[in-house]
């Protein structure tokens, strides 16, 4: 009798009362991110003239963000599955909004330093907690691939709505209300979600080891810092020294978490082979796509002479593929394959960016368009899958710390896609030859060759020009080219990593007969009907095992 009944109250708890709704106010968190994360870029002109920063804090300032959360996803996202996903987001989301406040009003550099780094450790908190508490909402393995593939959309979304709201703002008001957005949207998300998100975590997680905070947060920040700034400089001495010192505490982060009784990242899920591809095809389409994107949206303005927010809706159509493909991503998966989906996007990706190596300073917006377009679903298809993976390989207890892993992935491909591709451009830029006059600071960027010809009489500015434009065209291609490469060889792993990999249309949380309930999970909804807990499998289960929709063959062993 009972094994008849249990069955259909585990039905009833995966199709828990209000979760589509709930995922509404998860959405509005990646939205908020994904628009915070673009709109600096255009605002980094007005904040240089109004704040007159060093050339360094002008670096900081823009980096500052991105070292901060790269060194803290890890650690946070294990924080919410200690404390709880739904106070972790709430918490960091007010704090998100009241130091936007913050950025917008730093009046000397200094303080908009440390407003960005502040900023970093709220947004640490935010993409961890919104993918796990995803994967507690979902239950049924269909409606979560439809979730994350909405969650990712809403990314693409937010990335290309950034650019055209920013370009709008900073047309009409002061720079300091690209940040004030975020303030509406955050207080939404608070009041919603008091009310609609459901708590959720482990039930026995231990302590939350801060020697290992500090060690994931100092190899992180080294590690992106040395990359950086050997972009930017060259290799240097202060880079090395980063570079080792990030790299021997990230070395002694992995020690200590193999050796502690609850670590903050269970370094055996990459044990998990899907888990593993899933992870390296994310970092390595980063890597390969964020630093064209980063000098492409330099290209539309600088070279073709389009204003901020005409070049923004120039870059919708990789927004529209990847909305679209993301929504489809998880039936495709299921109707081919994993692996087909994932290595196809890529390889779409590959031969988009292959196709721009033919572009030039006058290339008319047709084969921009479509290649941003094919860029978008190939990254719709592939990013929605992965994370699909990467969610569905773990248990739900180590959801926050799976996620994290996804997003640092992310971060740390970016970095190394902007130092690794940017050192291209750049390298190929400052070697060209203007005529008698040019000024040193128009070889340091386009930007600079661009400022330094409105003081240059029109017989040095046009061909100075002409000629810095046609550089940064030819380190463009190059560069384009390189990310080719990569995301085509992205393709070829994800190909085999990923092989065996499938999702499955049945929840794994459904109890058969004889297992029992796993005790180190805890949802708590609020304002829910209290339902029988989903049972998992047996607590004996290696925690790289496959518990979620992705799982390989016996023949493969977590």
């Known amino acids: 009798m009972t094994s008849v009944l249990r069955p259909e109250t585990t039905t009833e708890e995966m199709k828990r009362p209000g979760r589509w709704l709930a995922l509404s106010v998860l959405v509005l968190a990646v939205l908020l991110v994904a628009v915070d994360a673009t709109v600096l870029g255009l605002a980094t002109p007005y904040i240089s003239e109004d704040l007159a920063p060093a050339g360094s804090q002008l670096l900081w300032i823009g980096d500052v963000y991105s070292f901060v959360i790269a060194g803290l996803l890890v650690s946070m996202g294990s924080l919410g599955d200690r404390i709880g996903r739904k106070r972790i987001l709430l918490y960091g989301a007010a704090a998100f909004g009241a130091i936007s406040v913050l950025n917008a009003y730093a009046h000397t550099p ?72 975020n303030l509406p949207v955050m207080a939404v998300l608070v009041v919603v979600g008091i009310k609609l998100l459901p708590e959720s975590r ?89 630093g064209l994107v980063f000098f492409l949206s330099q290209y539309l303005q600088l070279v073709q002479g389009r204003r901020p927010f005409e070049a923004g809706l120039a870059e919708l159509p990789a927004a529209i593929g990847a909305v679209a493909a993301g929504l489809l991503a998880g039936r495709a998966a299921r109707r081919f394959s994993v692996r087909s989906v994932v290595a196809g996007g890529l390889a779409a990706i590959g031969l988009s960016l292959a196709a721009l190596t033919v572009i030039g300073q006058s290339t008319g917006y047709p084969l921009l368009g479509a290649a941003l377009l094919f860029v978008g679903l190939g990254a719709g298809f592939s990013f929605t899958v992965t994370a699909d993976v990467i969610l569905s390989s773990v248990p739900k207890e180590q959801a926050g710390a799976a996620s994290a892993v996804s997003e640092t992935a992310y971060e740390l491909g970016a970095a190394l896609g902007i130092a690794v591709l940017g050192s291209i451009v750049t390298g190929v830029y400052r070697d060209f030859t203007g005529p008698a006059g040019t000024p040193a600071e128009a070889h340091e960027s386009l930007g600079g060759a661009v400022e330094a010809a409105s003081r240059l009489p029109a017989t040095i500015a046009a061909p100075m020009l002409e000629a810095a434009r046609q550089s940064f065209v030819d380190g463009l291609t190059l560069a384009a080219g390189t990310g080719a490469t990569v995301l085509l060889t992205a393709s070829a792993a994800a190909w085999f990593m990923l092989r065996d990999q499938h999702l499955d249309d049945k929840t794994p949380d459904q109890p058969t007969p004889g297992t029992t309930q796993n005790p180190r999970e805890r949802e708590e909804p609020h304002n829910q009907p209290q339902h029988t807990r989903t049972a998992q499998h047996a607590a004996g289960q290696p925690p790289s095992g496959a518990r979620g929709t992705a799982r390989s063959t016996p023949t493969h062993p977590h």
């Open 110 to 181: 200094e303080l908009m330093i440390l407003a960005r780094a502040l900023l970093g450790v709220a947004g640490a908190t935010l993409m961890p907690a919104t993918l796990a508490l995803i994967r507690n909402l979902f239950h049924d393995p269909r409606e979560r691939s439809l979730a994350i593939g909405i969650w990712g959309a809403t990314a693409s979304a937010g990335t290309a709505v950034g650019p055209v709201l920013g370009g709008f703002l900073l047309e009409h008001f002061w720079w300091g209300s690209v940040f004030l957005i």
């Open 202 to 290: 482990t039930a026995d997680p231990g302590p939350w080891d801060m020697t290992s905070v500090v060690l994931s947060l100092a190899g992180m920040i080294g590690v992106v810092y040395a990359v950086k700034e050997t972009a930017s400089h060259g290799v240097t001495s202060p880079a090395m020294a980063a570079g080792l010192v990030g790299a021997a505490a990230l070395y002694a982060f992995v020690r200590r978490q193999l050796t502690l009784p609850a670590p903050l990242l269970d370094m055996r899920l990459f044990r998990h082979r899907g888990f593993s591809g899933a992870v390296l095809a994310d970092l390595l389409t980063i890597l390969g796509l964020s």
